[in-house]
């Protein structure tokens, strides 16, 4: 490891880079290989790949005991199940949801032509502004999807009460938050439904894959013919379906690395300590934090950057990148600023200010089970330096 002390030592400035091998957000946390390995055995000798398998069977009871939920129905990926979700609801015309989210939430609903209406962000939690999505509320919306964004909850009561005063459908995009809880209930409770994403880059992860967690009994059988083509049975279909199936293998990858679910949220909170701890005197960057009393995965680190800080927002992510370190910058520009709501809503802008500001500041951090503590106080030496022209 090279010697950090004055801006002559960073990789922008020529010196080699300080990581040889890319540290990214969103490495994969895999527990046991042997237990995985074991189960691909297993799977091949049955001659059983997919279409409700015992393994995925297996994976979503202990997904929905782990969650203290009635019914988890288990999916190929995350935005597969956001728009099966959508479509067992009923939601239909225009839809309230965050701008500041990954692309799937709107496209879930554009793609089912349904108008995705997005509203502005509190700046503090980064989650829908419930005063926002009142005034985005015309006659044509039939629903809101919030979104839990970073492992922590939207302002879930708040969202409730306005879809209960307007006969609105309340469900959740809660890809972020798998094995997090709101006021000490975990989520999956929460609204007519919720729905998780287990790919590749989430805290927990199925290779890829997703799930709609509910309690409503009608609405998971709903879910559970859509994912399946609508069959009851053999040479039956009752409802219009698609293809939203788990596969076998996907679902050992699921409950090898449930087993190992707690010593990822070790890893990760003691990767956020260590962040939190180097980065205390910087000023002008705030990490995100986190309520102690909840259940929390800590699986972003989340820094803003705003104007008390002397280097931008774009320079710390360039810097950090010529080192090997493969800060991200969700969710920005937001989705309204992408094909095709920047075309379909060219002003879109004029009403998500704080979307817009957010988008701007913050930049994302690697953690996980791959991350250490010295490589975290590289990377915020590598900062400190940026920002303050040495050691
Ligand atoms: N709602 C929300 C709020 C979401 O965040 C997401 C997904 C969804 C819905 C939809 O759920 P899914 O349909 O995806 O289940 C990534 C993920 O592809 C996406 O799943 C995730 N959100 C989003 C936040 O991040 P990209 O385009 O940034 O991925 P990519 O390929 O740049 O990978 C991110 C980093 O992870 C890279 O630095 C490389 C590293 N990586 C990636 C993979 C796949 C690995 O180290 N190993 C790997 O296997 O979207």
């Known amino acids: 490891m090279k010697s950090i002390q004055t801006l002559q030592d960073l990789a922008i400035n020529g010196a080699e880079p300080a990581f040889d091998q890319i540290l990214h957000v969103g490495r994969p946390n895999i527990g046991n290989h042997e237990t995985f390995l074991n189960f691909t055995r297993e799977i091949l000798e049955r001659h059983w790949l997919s279409n409700n398998g015992p393994i995925v069977q297996e994976f979503e009871q202990r997904i929905a005991d782990y969650h203290k939920v009635k019914h988890c129905i288990a999916m190929c990926n995350g935005t597969i199940s956001l728009e099966i979700a959508i479509r067992a609801l009923g939601l239909e015309g225009e839809v309230i949801i965050p701008s500041y989210t990954f692309i799937a939430t709107a496209h879930a609903l554009n793609w089912q032509a349904i108008t995705p209406v997005f509203a502005d962000i509190d700046p503090d939690t980064h989650t829908l502004d419930p005063d926002a999505v009142r005034s985005m509320i015309t006659p044509r919306t039939s629903g809101i999807i919030g979104v839990h964004l970073w492992g922590r909850a939207a302002q879930i009561e708040a969202l409730q009460t306005i879809a209960d005063e307007y006969g609105l459908k309340l469900m959740f995009d809660a890809a972020h938050v798998f094995a997090c809880s ?18 590749a880059t989430k805290f927990f992860n199925t290779f890829e894959g997703g799930a709609v967690l509910t309690n409503d009994d009608e609405l998971a059988e ?4 859509m994912r399946n083509f609508g069959f009851s049975g053999m040479d039956n279909v009752i409802h219009p379906g ?8 996907a679902a050992a990858m699921g409950i090898v690395n449930l ?9 990760n909170r003691r990767n956020y300590y260590a962040y939190r ?36 927002r774009d320079d710390i992510f360039q810097c950090l990148h010529a080192e090997n370190i493969h800060a991200r910058k969700y969710f920005w520009p937001g989705c309204h600023k992408m094909k095709p709501y920047k075309e379909l809503y060219p002003h879109a802008g004029l009403m998500l200010p704080n979307t817009e500001q957010v988008a701007s500041r913050v930049i994302l951090l690697p953690t996980g089970t791959t991350i250490d503590t010295n490589m975290i106080r590289t990377v915020v030496t590598i900062i400190r330096v940026l920002l303050e022209g040495k050691l």
């Open 182 to 199: 709101y006021k000490g209930t975990m989520i999956g409770q929460f609204g007519a439904c919720e729905v998780l994403s287990f790919h």
């Open 222 to 225: 709903t879910v559970r013919l």
């Open 242 to 249: 698609t293809n939203g199936k788990m596969i076998e293998i």
């Open 259 to 267: 087993d190992a679910i707690d010593s990822m949220i070790e890893a």
């Open 277 to 312: 701890d180097e980065l205390s005197d910087l000023p002008g960057i705030k990490l995100l934090s986190f309520d102690e009393s909840e259940h929390n995965n800590y699986q972003y680190i989340v820094i803003e950057i705003d104007e008390k800080c002397s280097a931008s």
